[in-house]
């Protein structure tokens, strides 16, 4: 009996080593599947970036081409490589472009329009992402139907103009951060990420609502918060229509409106407009890739949320 139990536990011994055996064979098999696949699947994704990359590239490389021939060379030959490189079309299009004062005009519409941008997105968002208002759910539809709707150009322009702030840049200003667009939106998506347990911790300790938002919120929303910046910039910087409609002082315009100064009546000088839109396109340009990873990092938090 002794020798029978003995050779049945030596059986099932074997035949559970065998089992597992078999278990690690498969999984070495799949480890080394899915390292064969890693290892072909960035190869895939290289191409596919380089094509984008291109597709993105081509564009400006082009511009680029155009901006540095002169006249003549374009009417020639528009499309061919330039033989003769004029840096001095960027000098021309700065000086009959009126770059300089609208340079500055931009700059101050640009970060007073979208910091306050960021601001109400930040009041607007927060409570509605907590849900310390009535109807969450109609803020978020809301926030979303704004993305959709068209912008009100004579309601604003009428508004401004019974508020004596018609021609004014204090006007303008107001009217492109009251553009929030995607802001309270994004930003409701990344404050869903943060534990509500800090808001009772907080609470518990005696902070204050406005204590605990400019304290905890703000801090740990920067990602967030730099995103609804940037993207605000980037729509205050391109503006041109809204500038046309609520300024009458050309001294006021945004850098984008000196494009209009290449315009002719029966011709258009397109080397030197070429230059001139890389010239209002080369500070967003420059600027993305420095505050890139604070994009990325928003736009990621906000769909984790």
Known sequence: MTTTSNTQTNTLTSVRSEKSGGRSEKKVSSKVARSQRVGKTPWLMYCFVVCILVLFIFPLLYLLNTALKSNSEFITNPVGLVSSFEWGNFAEAWSKGNFGSYFINTVVYTICGAGLGTAISLFMGFPAARGYIKGTKFWNVLFTLVLFLPNALMTQFQLLLRLHLYNTQIGYILMVAVGVGIGPLLFTGFVSSIPKDLDEAAAIDGAGYWTYLFKFIV??????????????????????????????????????????????????????LAAATIIVAAPLVLGYLFIQRYLVNGVLGAVKG
Not at 223 to 249: G, H, K, R, Y
Not at 257 to 271: D, M, Q, V
């Open 219 to 272: 801090p740990l929303s920067k990602p967030a918060l730099m995103t609804v910046f940037i993207l605000q910039a980037v729509w205050i910087w391109n503006e041109i229509i809204m500038a046309t409609v609520l300024f009458s002082d050309q001294n006021k315009f945004p850098i984008s409106a000196g494009l209009f100064a290449f315009k002719g009546t029966y011709s258009n000088n397109w080397p030197l």
